[in-house]
């Protein structure tokens, strides 16, 4: 099983924060708040749709990201960024799409045969179903991945994207659509990667998938996937049975919100009090977090892959920096929280309080979240002790980011303001000959 480590993820949106030398800022906040890595969505030329995600040029970077009056090069610019990341005390991780590139991509004349192409002589496009309804995607054009007559040329040009973007600093890869590329490319890509750069990491972009296909992509070699905690209610099984059949597979990343959803603190209509219960929830679920920029701002304009400018940053008076931190200070200090831990959600009384208790594998440290379900009232917990709640039987230490309370009675008796999550650690004792950290 993967040794915990920590993977505190910022997700800086390139048509937000605009130019690359005016992302220092960003990074500078980042930092502050506790994240150790910067997920950058593509920032790659983009085919005549415009989108992030419709690569034309795997090779130039997309206009509105560099400042063509510097002396510096694209490439330095970018480079240029990544250092100063670097210094402050976090790696970069960028979007790997090579499901698909532009339709009006000049590799489609270049190398037909390395393409999907329909019964009229027409490339083929990706589509998915969604809600039922199939979507096609007219931008883009789909690699044959699976038929192509020159399988090894196209497999050797995917490995010219990946050096490149690891020669510009980048140390991880957001495999887009992951599932959609048979498993065997993604097995060598990422092992031969390795074998240059080992300190490279994968994360396969899963949503929608069956804990089956997830866990089967997932064996490929890649070292992180995306569950899908955002969409929990807290109450039904399915997430728990999701995490325990991938957990062992790799370790997975939560997000309170991302580029493709709704904005987290207009959905919830602007409830703060719910914003910082789904941090704090995807914070300690899982063994990485990802959060995009400006939802420490409550930001509630969604992202766009096409339409989004740095004039759409929001003025508000909403400010979860000092939260935020305190929560990612928790993980960051408690390995239990950076490991796809054995976890179970215990029976209370209130079912309206969810308890969830949290053992590491790693350490000797067992954890219970307390969380209030509901985000506009109060709700009242009790209990005789909290310590039977946990294996050991030892006493426990409140670590909270809000109200940590410095003593526990027993019985102990509380009532949580509306969404607030109490986070408890204890540590396991062992007979000396059996001690372990």
Sequence with gaps: MRKPEKMIIYNIFPLLAGKVADWEPHLKRASEMGFNWVFVNPVQYPGLSGSLYSIKDYF???PLLVDEESVQSPEEQ?????KGAEKLGLRMMIDLVINHCAVDSGIIKEHPEWFQWDKKGKVVHPSASENGKKVVWGDL??????NSRDREGLYHFYVKIIDFLIDLGFHGFRCDAAYQLPGSIWERLIRETKKKHPDTLFFAETLGCSPDQTRKTAGAGFDYIFN???WWDFSSPWLLEQYNLTRETAPSVSFPES????????????NMEGVKQRYLFSALFSSAVM???GFEFGFQKKL??????PGDWEETDVDLTHFIGQVNRIKENYPLFQEEAPTEILYAENPEVMVMWKASTHTRHEALLIL???IHHPQHFETKRLRDLMQSGSPCTDVSPEYPLDYLPEPFSYDLRPGQGIVLVTAREFKDEDQSD
């Design 60 to 62: 130039r970077f997309h």
């Design 259 to 270: 580029h493709d959803t709704e904005r987290l603190y207009k959905e919830l209509g602007g």
């Design 372 to 374: 209030n379900k509901d």
């Design 228 to 230: 899908s905690s955002k």
């Design 304 to 309: 766009h892959v096409v339409k989004t400018r």
């Design 78 to 82: 970018m480079r240029g960024m990544i």
């Design 141 to 146: 054009a789909k690699y044959d991945h699976r």
């Design 291 to 293: 959060m995009p920029m």
